[in-house]
């Protein structure tokens, strides 16, 4: 077999068999087949496409491409949440101590940021100390003793996912539906939860853009992850809005743990409050009523947000700044934007204030390329808000000032101001069992 054939068979708009899909994932892992290979690949499937079999193929070639864990020594239920990637998500978070804290176990692995989408492990990355790269052992001890850990995908996880995520991010070929039902369903098949929330996001945010492509895309990890014997739930939610305030790695950090603290937006507050009531009702610790109730009683007594601070100290991070945000280290500058006319703010392109935060310096170029932490967005306006010429929208951070500029314009090209208010649009659409 020659990679050579393969690329050309996807770029005519051909199935491939699972044998050739191997001989890539396999060929690519072991260092044979060359980055410009797997980009021209990518792209072929990018335009092409794949059938059901030919994704179902592609995520157990990535399940298979490195070890399967075993966490049965982890004592009681587990339950993992993936979202498909959104701009200010940072529900991970929020949600992963407060069903830790209701005596459900995540032991969970999360990437980091990806194309215009931030990413869980560089959020974390922000705080002082923090390890994302712990030992097996250490992972597993760290959740039986407190119910929940966050680490990076280890590098015999799902190795091809790995390297293909990276790949992906600097070649343009994120948003498309086999390669990312293949890198979540291929990573979260190869570690060992019982249950499964999938947060399938929807809109201009997101990397599917209607509600149609996201609930195909949720049916068919739903469908990958219960032939693989996991229990699996997903909800479709809004992502034509940032969600929250915050867009940026501590700032993130910093929103989160307002959310804890019972002080988060409206909306992100929602978002996380039903997706931890679906993750402790799937690990089935009641009626989603019960469930409803025991997550908003774990962040009004406290115990969510202590949860959230023991995990950090395990994790070799400096705690104080769970307690104490204002300790994370501020970006040098800071920039108004302000509105241009008045009127409403009638929509707004997600995916460009996601590019604006990345211009600031909150996320990578390329694959090798430092995160500046305190960069980023304080959205003060939102989808739906009422503006006077002049008014403050937005506010933005970076250490370095020559990152304003195209930040700046970027953001307000993706920020329409009109006559008429919005209609509403949910935050769930629909919940995929
Ligand atoms: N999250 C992932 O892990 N992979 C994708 O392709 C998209 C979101």
């Given at each position: 077999m020659r990679m050579y054939d393969i690329?050309?068979?996807k770029r005519d708009g051909l199935a491939l068999t699972e044998q050739e899909i191997h001989f890539f994932i396999d060929g690519y892992v072991k260092g044979e087949i060359p980055?410009?290979?797997?980009?021209?690949?990518?792209?072929?499937?990018?335009?092409?496409?794949?059938?059901?079999d030919e994704t179902r193929a592609l995520t157990f070639a990535v399940r298979d491409s490195g070890v399967t864990l075993d966490f049965s020594n982890i004592d009681g239920i587990r339950v993992d949440k993936h979202s498909t990637g959104g701009v200010g998500d940072k529900t991970s978070l929020v949600v992963a101590p407060i069903v830790a804290s209701l005596g459900v176990k995540v032991a969970k692995m999360s990437g980091r940021g990806l194309g215009h989408t931030g990413g869980t492990i560089d959020k974390l990355e922000a705080i002082p100390g923090f390890q994302t790269d712990l030992s097996e052992e250490e992972f597993i001890k760290i959740v039986n003793d407190l119910g929940v850990c966050i680490v990076g995908q280890s590098h015999e996880l799902a190795p091809a996912d790995k390297?293909?995520?990276a790949?992906?991010?600097?070649?343009?070929?994120?948003?498309?539906?086999p390669l990312i039902v293949s890198s979540i369903m291929g990573k979260k098949l190869a570690a060992d939860d019982d249950c499964i929330v999938l947060d399938v996001k929807t809109g201009s945010g997101a990397f599917c853009k209607t509600v149609e492509e996201s609930a195909r895309l949720a049916s068919i990890m739903v469908d990958i992850g219960k032939s693989a014997g996991k229990k699996m739930l997903a909800l479709i939610t809004d992502m034509d809005r940032p969600l929250g305030a915050n867009i940026g790695n501590s700032l993130e950090v910093i929103e989160a743990i307002n959310?804890?603290?019972?002080?988060?937006?409206?909306?992100?507050?929602?978002?996380?409050?039903?997706?931890?009531?679906?993750?402790?009702?799937?690990?089935g610790k009641g009626t989603m009523?019960?469930?409803?109730?025991?997550?908003?009683?774990?962040?009004?007594?406290?115990?969510?947000?202590?949860?959230?601070?023991?995990?950090?100290?395990a994790q070799h991070g400096d705690e104080r700044v769970i307690y104490n945000p204002e300790l994370f280290e501020k970006a040098k500058y800071s920039r108004e934007v302000k509105a241009d006319r008045s009127g409403y703010i009638v929509r707004v392109d997600t995916e460009g204030y996601g590019i604006a935060s990345l211009l600031l310096g909150a996320g990578r170029n390329t694959k090798e390329e430092d995160i500046d932490y305190s960069a980023g967005i304080t959205l003060v306006k939102k989808t739906g808000d009422k503006v006077e010429k002049g008014d403050v929208i937005a506010v933005m951070y970076t250490n370095d000032e020559n990152r304003f500029q195209s930040a700046v314009d970027r953001f307000m090209k993706s920020t329409e101001i009109g006559a008429e208010k919005p209609e509403e649009r949910p935050l769930v659409f629909e919940r995929v069992e």
């Open positions: 690329i050309k068979k980055d410009y290979q797997a980009s021209a690949f990518l792209m072929a499937v990018y335009y092409k496409g794949m059938n059901l390297k293909l995520y790949l992906r991010d600097v070649t343009a070929t994120v948003d498309c539906l959310t804890l603290n019972g002080n988060g937006p409206e909306d992100f507050t929602e978002v996380c409050l039903i997706l931890a009531t679906n993750m402790i009702y799937l690990a009523e019960e469930c409803e109730a025991m997550v908003k009683r774990s962040i009004a007594d406290g115990s969510a947000l202590e949860t959230l601070a023991k995990m950090v100290k």
